[in-house]
């Protein structure tokens, strides 16, 4: 028995070493902030901040540190974070790789919207939205500023005097 209890802990751990792919953690990433929208929670943002690579939490954690001296008050850099053109129906599809290399990754994550529009469900169509990845020590991990496909406004996502994505001019 005791034999049996160590080969399914040595399991259990081997299986929580395995690297998910982007795909994963795009979809955790919209996940948790469909789910902030739903119910607001600090603790929502701080785990989609944990998604973030470090090049993307940098500006927010300067722009909370000023804010926090501004104000007198503490500010987490999380609470910055922000949804705001990024979900895209009320409910995540579909998540597929556009592109994937060694250290950077494309995914597109595709929406829907749970009451249609002939039951009085929003008339716009779900659209998508495009994020960036970056492979760190880490993991994968969201990169900033996060690109929406044409057709509605762009994320609050990205750190206000972030450069748009390569290819965009800024807005």
């Known amino acids: 028995m005791g034999r049996s209890i160590a080969i399914l802990l040595a399991l259990t751990l081997l299986s929580g070493c395995r ?4 795909e994963e ?3 955790e990433f919209v996940g948790t902030l469909e789910d902030y929208r739903r119910g607001p929670s600090t603790t929502r943002l701080e785990h989609a901040w944990t998604l973030l690579d470090e090049a993307s939490q940098a500006p927010l954690v300067a722009r909370a540190q000023a804010a926090s001296a501004s104000l007198g008050v503490t500010i987490e850099p999380w609470t910055l974070l922000r949804y705001d053109g990024l979900v895209r129906g009320d409910r995540v599809t ?7 290399g060694d250290d950077r990754a494309r995914v597109a ?3 829907a919207w749970g009451i249609p529009k ?3 469900g929003p008339a716009e169509p779900p659209e998508s ?4 990845l970056t492979k760190t ?17 762009g994320p609050a996502t990205s750190p206000p005097g972030a450069p748009p994505p390569q290819g965009e001019e800024p807005g």
């Open 25 to 27: 953690v795009a979809e």
């Open 137 to 153: 020590s880490g993991g994968w991990r969201v990169s900033l500023p996060l690109r929406v496909e044409p057709g509605g406004p």
């Open 94 to 100: 579909r998540v597929e790789s556009v592109a994937v």
């Open 109 to 111: 994550v595709h929406f």
């Open 129 to 132: 939205t495009e994020l960036s």
């Open 19 to 22: 690297e998910r792919d982007p």
């Open 118 to 120: 002939s039951a009085g």
